[in-house]
C-alpha cells in the first residue's frame, strides 16, 4: 500500500492541468487521468523502480495489479514499466493476471500503452494462446478485441507468427466499431512492412473492409499501390 500510495502521490506532483486538457481532445470520453505525460510518467516509473528490489515476484505482481486498477493512466503506466522490467520471462500465472487488467483498459491509450509490450510477449513465450486470442476477439468490450489485435504489433517481425496475425485479423476485419477497425488497419500496416505479399493478398480477398482499416493499412504503400486498393475497396 505504501508503494501504491507513493506513486499516486508522485504522479500528481508532476500533473499539469493544462496538459490535462489538452489531452482529453484524442478521446471520445473523458479519459481518466492526472495529466502526467507519457515519457515522464515513464521516467517516475524508472527512477521509483528501485524502491522495489526489496519485493519478491508475487508482490510486485500484486503492486502493478493495483497500480492499473486504479483505471489512472499514469498509474498504469507505471504498472506495465515495473511487470515489463521485472518479468522478462512470463508463467501462466502471469499471463492470467496481466489478462485481468484488461477490465480497467477504458480508452485507446491504456489499450495500447499495456497489450502490445506485455500482452504480445505472453504471446511470444507461448502463455497467450490462440484459442485465448480468438476469445479476445470475440468479446463484447470493444477494448479486449483492440487488445487482440494491438498484442500482436510487436510479433510482425517474426515470420513465424504471421499466420495467427491473419487468423486473428480475419476475425476481426469486418468489426463495427471504430476504435477496433483502426487497428486491424495498424496491424496491417506493419505487417505489410514486414511480409508485403500476406498483407497485400489479405486485401485483395478482403473486399469491403471498412474504409479507416484500409486508409491505414496502405498508408506506407506508394501513391499507384494506395489508388489500386482504393479503387478495389
Not at 115 to 130: D, H, M, S, W, Y
Not at 205 to 223: N, W
Amino acid at each position: 500500500m505504501k508503494h501504491l500510495q507513493e506513486i499516486t502521490a508522485l504522479m500528481k506532483q508532476h500533473a499539469s492541468v493544462e496538459y490535462y486538457q489538452s489531452s482529453q481532445r484524442f478521446f471520445k470520453q473523458t479519459a481518466k487521468m492526472h495529466g502526467v505525460k507519457v515519457p515522464l510518467a515513464r521516467q517516475i516509473a524508472h527512477e521509483y523502480y528501485k524502491k522495489l528490489s526489496d519485493l519478491n515476484d508475487d508482490e510486485v505482481l500484486s503492486l502493478c495489479t493495483q497500480l492499473f486498477q486504479t483505471g489512472f493512466m499514469e498509474e498504469q503506466i507505471g504498472a506495465v514499466y515495473f511487470a515489463a522490467t521485472r518479468f522478462k520471462k512470463l508463467d501462466k500465472e502471469k499471463t492470467l493476471a496481466l489478462l485481468g487488467w484488461l477490465n480497467y483498459v477504458e480508452n485507446w491509450a491504456s489499450c495500447d500503452n499495456f497489450c502490445p509490450l506485455l500482452l504480445g510477449r505472453a504471446v511470444e513465450q507461448g502463455f497467450l494462446t490462440k484459442e485465448t486470442l480468438f476469445g479476445l476477439a470475440g468479446d463484447s468490450s470493444q477494448w479486449k478485441r483492440r487488445a487482440a489485435i494491438v498484442s500482436l504489433l510487436k510479433l510482425v517481425k517474426k515470420p513465424f507468427f504471421h499466420e495467427l496475425i491473419l487468423e486473428v485479423l480475419e476475425k476481426l476485419c469486418n468489426d463495427s466499431e471504430d476504435y477496433v477497425r483502426k487497428a486491424n488497419g495498424w496491424l496491417l500496416r506493419e505487417l505489410w512492412k514486414a511480409n508485403p505479399k500476406a498483407a497485400e493478398k489479405f486485401l485483395l480477398t478482403h473486399k469491403g473492409l471498412p474504409r479507416v482499416t484500409l486508409r491505414y493499412a496502405i498508408e506506407k504503400m506508394d501513391k499507384g499501390k494506395k489508388k489500386e486498393f482504393m479503387e478495389r475497396g
